[in-house]
């Protein structure tokens, strides 16, 4: 069964800094790895997909990661802001039958505050 | 291009009543499915339909919960009757293809219940 994990489970950092959140997955039989934003009282957003073939995908000041083998990812934040403040989530998409890989299972999430 | 919509954002019912959540996917996507976040737990897959075939139910609590998709656009998932422990944030999501096992999801807002 695959478990998701995300440490810290809440992390606060002054404006401007350079920030990781780590995810970690327990069965690497994966297809792929999706990281996403929350807002308080919001849906989620999608801000990176990553393949199971791929090593990183970038979006503006964001990098994520995927070390299949050892079960990580990594999503980094460049240059906070305080706008970048929200529970960022990842999820990994199993490849176990075609009935698994259409389940996406969650880490907990971790709460980040960009403090002005 | 409109979102994932879910309706009603929010609703507050007392226990052993029913209550009716709608979502309409992203047009054109094949692939609809339900979450839900309970208080304190990560979000966690109810089930997946492809048009409007239910693919996967595996995650459905118990069957006082019913999902239909009838003519493979809009869904709606009904809790009857409710208990205290249905509380929690309902996420609709939907993604493109019936073999699309590298495509992203988008998820709605999110039906946010109460249950009292």
């Known amino acids: 069964k695959q478990e998701v994990t995300q440490i810290p489970a809440a992390l606060s950092v002054p404006e401007g800094e350079n920030l990781v959140l780590n995810c970690s997955f327990t069965?690497?039989?994966?297809?792929?790895l999706q990281w996403f934003r929350q807002d308080p009282g919001k849906g989620l957003t999608s801000l990176l997909l990553?393949?199971?073939?791929?090593r990183e995908q970038t979006s503006g000041r964001l990098n994520a990661s995927l070390d299949k083998s050892s079960g990580r990812s990594t999503l980094y934040i460049a240059a906070s802001q305080p706008g970048d403040s929200a529970t960022y989530l990842c999820?990994?998409?199993?490849?176990?039958?075609?009935?698994?890989?259409?389940?996406?299972?969650f880490g907990q999430g971790t709460r980040l505050t960009i403090n002005p | 291009e409109a979102g994932v919509t879910q309706f009603p954002s929010h609703s507050v019912i007392e226990k052993g009543q029913t209550v009716t959540l709608r979502c309409d996917p992203i047009?054109?996507?094949?692939?609809l499915y339900w979450y839900r976040r309970v208080m304190g737990k990560e979000i966690k897959f109810l089930l997946h339909?492809?048009?409007?075939?239910?693919?996967?139910e595996s995650g459905m609590p118990n069957n006082r919960f019913l999902a239909e998709r009838t003519g493979g656009t809009y869904s709606t998932l009904k809790v009857q009757p409710a208990e205290l422990e249905d509380s929690g944030v309902y996420f609709c999501?939907?993604?493109?293809?019936?073999?699309?096992?590298?495509?992203?999801?988008?998820f709605g807002e999110g039906s946010w219940l109460t249950v009292v």
């Open positions: 999820a990994v998409r199993s490849a176990g039958g075609i009935q698994g890989a259409q389940k996406l299972v």
């Open positions: 047009s054109g996507h094949d692939n």
């Open positions: 999501a939907s993604s493109q293809g019936t073999t699309g096992f590298g495509n992203t999801i988008y």
């Open positions: 339909f492809v048009k409007e075939s239910k693919q996967d």
């Open positions: 069965d690497s039989a994966i297809y792929n």
């Open positions: 990553i393949q199971s073939s791929q």
